[in-house]
């Protein structure tokens, strides 16, 4: 057993313990009266999220399935009535600090974390809701880089905090929530220049505890769909592969930049609004386009057909699924990596009933679902496989869905 510097408990057995909401209130508070020597008008959490299936679909005003994480983000903040911001955040083994003002939030003149942090006040600003200066400390026991969203954690506990201690209303409901997750992904698009789509703020904040979140990209709504995995004797483990994951490099950009060509030589909108393969064959210039269109496609009707499954109770049968959308990613798509097929593949040649690579990919996390009396040995397949290969190694999960952010103290 061993703590590491973000203070995340890692049993190399088992699973690294997400802090509890009231811990990781404390702790932000303990951060906020350790630099400033006063009390925080309250403490928000967001949670990262782990997206079960529909992946790259988001941008493509597709289909996803994402829960929310028991890791959250935590902000303890106190509202100004000055301009002035000052932000303190533990994370990445430092301490770091920024100070400024509203006013000097706009993009370009920031860079790295303060883009997902002071950023919402610019984004928030943007949309007509120019907050007042505040201080604010944030703790995080989201894995970082992880592809289980910290950025997203970050943004929107930062605008569920400045939503409330500025009175604009926002937060109390799903409509509401709604315009958060737009000004969150405005933030994380145009502050911080990662060109992500809609769904890890939108899992974020409108989640359910207990439920995955059936999130439709091209009207932006959404189903809650109960996931109940202990009532059929399964687990989801998340295994963080550790291979370095960057969402703001070129190959996620260019992935959205081909389906946006796609779709436009096909006469669509979205490659949501297109389902003819046959002709996509006919019609676009190469076999890379067909390719990532192929994917595109065939993984928004795996999100229909497992939500379905489940809506059945037949959530034993929704393995092949998952597996399919791993093969497609990573044949189809090619943004998979040696490191997270051969955690899918352990998983599976060791009874896991499905696994695929989760998130942006080129690294981060793979998901498995798996019986309970397997999940030791599917756990303890990965973690031989990676030390065979001589890679890092891996940190397994096991998650249910939880709560979204909410405030905390
Ligand atoms: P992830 O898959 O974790 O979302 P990203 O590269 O999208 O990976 O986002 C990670 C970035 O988000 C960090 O480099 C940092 O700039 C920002 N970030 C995440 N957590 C925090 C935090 N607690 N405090 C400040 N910035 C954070
Ligand atoms: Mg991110």
């Known amino acids: 057993m061993t703590t590491t510097e973000t203070g995340v408990i890692v049993d190399n057995d088992t699973t690294p313990a997400a802090w509890t909401r009231t811990e990781g209130a404390e702790r932000a508070t303990d951060l906020f009266r350790r630099t400033w020597d006063a009390a925080p008008d309250g403490v928000w959490a967001s949670p990262g999220r782990v997206n079960i299936i529909g992946e ?37 083994q430092s301490v770091v600090d920024w100070e400024g003002t509203v006013e000097q939030i706009v993009p370009r003149a920031l860079k790295g974390w303060p883009t997902y942090t002071a950023g919402v ?74 060109p992500t789509g809609g769904m890890d703020q939108a899992a974020s904040l409108r989640t359910t505890e207990g439920h995955a979140l059936l999130l439709d990209c091209l009207d932006g709504s959404t189903r809650q769909v109960p996931f109940d995995l202990a009532d059929a004797g399964l687990e989801l483990l998340v295994i963080d592969t550790r291979a370095k994951h960057a969402l703001v490099d070129g190959q996620y950009a260019a992935r959205r930049e081909s389906c946006e060509q796609a779709a436009t030589m096909l006469g669509v909108d979205t490659l949501r609004q297109f389902d003819d393969l ?10 890379t386009m067909v390719a990532r269109v192929r994917h595109v496609v065939t993984e928004i009707a795996r999100v229909q057909e497992f939500v379905a ?101």
Request: with cysteine; hydrophobic share 45%; proline share 4%.
């Open 56 to 92: 790259h679909t988001d941008y493509n005003g597709g289909l996803c399935l994402p829960i929310a994480l028991p890791h959250c983000t935590y902000v303890a903040l106190r509202r100004r009535e000055d301009d002035v911001v000052r932000i303190v955040s533990a994370f990445d």
């Open 121 to 194: 006040a610019w984004g928030l600003a943007d949309a007509g809701l120019r907050p007042t200066g505040f201080d604010a400390a944030l703790v995080s026991c989201v894995p970082l880089g992880a592809g289980l969203s910290s950025s997203a954690a970050v943004e929107c506990a930062m605008v569920l905090a400045l939503d409330e201690v500025n009175g604009f209303g926002l937060g109390g409901d799903d409509e509401g929530r709604a315009k958060l997750v737009d000004i969150a992904v405005h933030v994380e698009n145009d502050m911080a220049g990662a």
């Open 278 to 287: 046959g002709w996509a064959l006919a019609n676009l210039p190469d076999d």
């Open 309 to 409: 499954l489940v809506d059945e109770g037949r959530i034993l049968e929704v393995g092949p699924l998952m597996d399919a959308s791993h093969d497609s990613l990573r044949d189809d798509y090619e943004v998979s990596c040696v490191e997270l097929d051969t955690a899918v593949d352990a998983a599976r040649a060791a009874g896991a009933l499905g696994a695929r690579m989760t998130g942006g990919g080129f690294g981060g996390c793979a998901i498995a679902l798996v019986r309970e009396a397997d999940a030791d040995a599917v756990r303890a397949a990965v973690r031989q496989a990676f030390a065979g290969r001589g890679f890092t190694e891996p940190i397994v999960h096991v998650v249910t869905p939880a709560a979204p952010g909410a405030r905390v103290s």
